[in-house]
Every structure is written in C-alpha cells, then in structure tokens.
C-alpha cells in the first residue's frame, strides 16, 4: 500500500533553515504530484506548497512568501521542503501528501513536528 | 485568497444524520474535498470531488455542494465517527488549495 513517511523535524530557532524530506512507497513515485500540507492547533490545516510529478511546476501558499522550497527526487523517491528564515509562526506538524487530482490530498503521512523557538 | 467558512461543531446521537456545512464564494463553482480527522492520526480523504468516494470509506458518508454551500452528510453516525471533519476547496485561479477551519463532529 502507499506509504509516505516525513522526517527532518525537529526544535530550531528563529531564523534558521530546515529541511524536510518525505519517503513515497507503493506507487510509482514519478507519476504523483505532491504537496506540503502543515497543521497547527490555532490555525488548522494549511496547504503549504505543490510540486509537480517532473518538478517542473510549484505553487506556494502566500505565507511562505519566498522563504521555502519544495523539490523532488524521483531516483530516490522523496520530496523535500527546505524552508529558510523560520519563524515562530512557522511551528507546526508538517504533513507529506500526494495529489489525489481535483486538488485533493488522497494519502498522507504521519507528520514530522517543527518547533522554531529561540 | 479564497476564505472558507465551517461551523466548528455538530453534535449528533448515534444512528442519526450529521450533516456538516462548507460555504464560500461561489463555492458550487468549485471543487471541494472532504477530510475525517481522528486524534493523533493523519486526515483521510472521505469525499472528493463534491460527491465521490474513495474506496473503502462506507456509502454513509455522502457530498454535495449546490446553492453556495457544500455539505458532508453522514448517515446513520457511530461512536467511531466522532472526528474533525475539514472541507478542502482548489482555487482554481491561484492553483492553491484551501482547508475550512474543520468541524468537531461529536457522537452523543
């Protein structure tokens, strides 16, 4: 079955970079857009950003306001977000999800937190 | 940006109909998906495409969106749907991808 699991996560101060990754099995990766899907308990559920399945097409929540970039490894089976300049706004549970067309999000992983305090 | 608006919560007796509402701006003009959310556990898709099920959620749950409202209707509601449920709409002219702020779907 599709399996798709985040690490990279962690504690990180304000103003420093990140890099997530995200490990696609069970489908022929290359064939999948993707997406960064991010969750806080205030704000809920916020898209983040969309790559698609050659990497030759992103889009960017307005929030990310330059500071992060999506890429993909179809060798290797990953997707990345590096995000750069954190902020404590940017404290989330960051989910890896694929692109279910219609601009659904048909499989999710289990998340990796990013906590950025000082 | 395009906004999305939900009621933050249903409460509903087992066996019974919850029905959890999505408006925006012309929102029957666009596409909308449908999350269920359990504590600690990632969303599951449960309707795309206004209406469609992915295979393996129950015909219980049940999408529509006509007259500037989407709604998710679960019919004949059990304990173990008791969830946050989040409406996902794709503006279309931005290309990005909107969640309302979910609905708490309480099972009394």
């Known amino acids: 079955q599709v399996q798709l699991v985040e690490s990279g996560g962690g504690v990180v101060q304000p103003g420093r970079s990140l890099r997530l990754s995200c490990a696609v099995s069970?489908?022929?990766?290359?064939?999948?857009?993707m997406h960064w899907v991010r969750q806080t308990p205030d704000k809920g559920l916020e898209w983040v950003a969309f790559i698609s399945h050659d990497g030759t097409n992103r889009n960017y929540a307005d929030f990310v306001k330059g500071r992060f970039s999506i890429s993909r490894d179809n060798s290797e089976n990953r997707q990345y977000l590096q995000m750069n300049s954190l902020t404590t706004e940017d404290t989330a549970l960051y989910y890896c999800?694929?692109?279910?067309?219609?601009?659904?999000?048909?499989?999710w992983g289990q998340g990796t937190l990013v906590t950025v305090s000082s | 940006s395009y906004l999305v608006t939900q009621s933050t919560s249903v409460s509903v007796a087992p066996g019974q109909t919850a029905k959890i509402t999505c408006g925006g701006p012309?929102?029957?003009?666009?596409?909308v998906h449908w999350y269920q959310q359990k504590p600690g556990q990632a969303p599951v898709l449960v309707i795309f495409y206004d209406e469609d099920r992915p295979s393996g959620i129950p015909e219980r749950f049940s999408g529509s969106n006509s007259g500037n409202m989407a709604s998710l209707t679960i019919s004949g509601v059990e304990a173990g749907d008791e969830a946050d449920y989040y409406c996902?709409?794709?503006?279309?002219?931005?290309?990005?991808?909107?969640f309302g702020g979910g609905t708490k779907l309480t099972v009394l």
């Open positions: 999800a694929s692109d279910g067309g219609g601009g659904s999000f048909d499989h």
């Open positions: 996902q709409v794709w503006d279309t002219v931005t290309a990005h991808r909107v």
């Open positions: 069970g489908v022929i990766f290359s064939d999948y857009p």
């Open positions: 012309d929102i029957e003009r666009k596409i």
